[in-house]
């Protein structure tokens, strides 16, 4: 089983950046996709970002041009870089690797992200 643990959120003011990391446990890594989620308290947790074993990426719309995800099977992590961030980016964001398009059930802790003046 994978073990996922996110860090680098905090607080931001709008228009600002900020470069969260998820590092995964575990030998295949490299062979998963992994996504990026947010959720915010009272509703679902939705997709951000997905990158693919082989680089390609994906993106909500709500966020493309501003997020970029990248991944560096080396350390067994993932990243999200975060610019131009809005008050409605605030949220928890958690990682997860992918299977045919569905997260795994085992989630890590999050980082939280408010972006606040």
């Known amino acids: 089983q994978v073990q996922l643990v996110e860090s680098g959120g905090g607080l931001v003011q709008p228009g600002g950046s900020l470069r969260l990391s998820c590092a995964a446990s575990g030998r295949l890594f490299s062979i998963h996709a992994m996504g990026w989620y947010r959720q915010v308290p009272g509703k679902e947790r939705d997709l951000v970002a997905v990158i693919l074993s082989g680089g390609s990426t994906n993106y909500a719309n709500s966020v493309k041009g501003r997020f970029t995800i990248s991944r560096d099977n080396a350390k067994s992590t993932v990243y999200l870089q975060m610019n131009l961030l809005k008050p409605e980016d605030t949220a928890v964001y958690y990682c997860?690797?992918?299977?045919?398009?569905?997260?795994?059930?085992?989630w890590g802790q999050g980082t939280q992200v408010t972006v606040s003046s």
């Open positions: 997860n690797i992918v299977v045919n398009g569905v997260p795994s059930d085992s």
